[in-house]
């Protein structure tokens, strides 16, 4: 697969979503989950393109002990589920302690931050639906697989990964607990998501925010007056 670089988000978004119209999509009913915060600029294009209901996925990555940017797994909302690199734990020498502290810091933060994007709007109800799950890349994949063994357990009919860009092994694991996948470019030199992108600015909360009610918005303009 050759390399791809990226102009923005809003440009992956568009050329994921022609890939997911070759894959068949186009007419089926389907909900689009963004990883924020730079997951839901991408998201929003495929909803655009496919007219479908846009929310959020929330992970938190697991932080190396005196390591913050080095992610050693992942924890997702809903049943807090924690997926770990065991080995890499082990080869950090990780305490349990640590371990459990850190978990139950990033629940928090989950929390705090589900409370920030929704407010008291109620997370979509996902059972037997067809749902694509899409972040701006992928590094290690711990946190796309939390988010995609997360909603597994919300009984979707069919979960999508798509994504713009990922590190070879990382999408071999993600590909394992999706039932579709989606990546426009597998480097072999993969080095970070940033790279494959010309304007990889960051998206602040406020942005992806913005965004999520915008679509919001749209939803609630499309029920038949009464609902």
């Known amino acids: 697969m050759k390399n791809v670089i990226f102009k923005d988000r809003i440009e992956a978004g568009r050329r994921l979503a022609e890939a997911l119209v070759k894959r068949g999509y186009r007419g089926q009913p389907l909900i689009v989950l963004g990883i924020p915060r730079g997951g839901i600029v991408v998201a929003e294009k495929i909803a655009d393109d496919f007219s479908a209901p846009l929310d959020v996925v929330i992970v938190r990555k697991i932080r190396a002990p005196n390591q913050p940017e080095l992610g050693i797994g992942a924890v997702v909302d809903g049943d807090n589920i924690s997926i770990l690199n065991e080995e890499m734990v082990h080869a950090l020498g990780v305490s349990q302690e640590y371990l459990e502290r850190e978990i139950a810091y990033q629940k928090e933060e ?36 939390a988010a995609l063994e997360g909603l597994h357990r919300r009984n979707p009919a069919k979960l999508i990964a798509a994504v713009p860009v990922a590190a070879r092994s990382s999408i071999d694991m993600v590909d394992t607990f999706a039932d579709d996948t989606i990546c426009l470019s597998i480097p072999e030199s993969f080095v970070a998501v940033g790279a494959w992108y010309l304007d990889f600015n960051q998206v602040s909360d406020e942005e992806a925010i913005e965004i999520l009610h915008r679509n919001w918005a749209k939803d609630e303009t499309k029920r038949p007056v009464g609902m």
């Open 110 to 145: 989950i929390e705090r931050r589900l409370r920030l994007y929704r407010g008291d709007r109620p997370a979509p109800d996902i059972a037997g639906k067809n749902v694509v799950v899409v972040d701006d890349g992928i590094a290690t994949g711990y946190t796309f697989r």
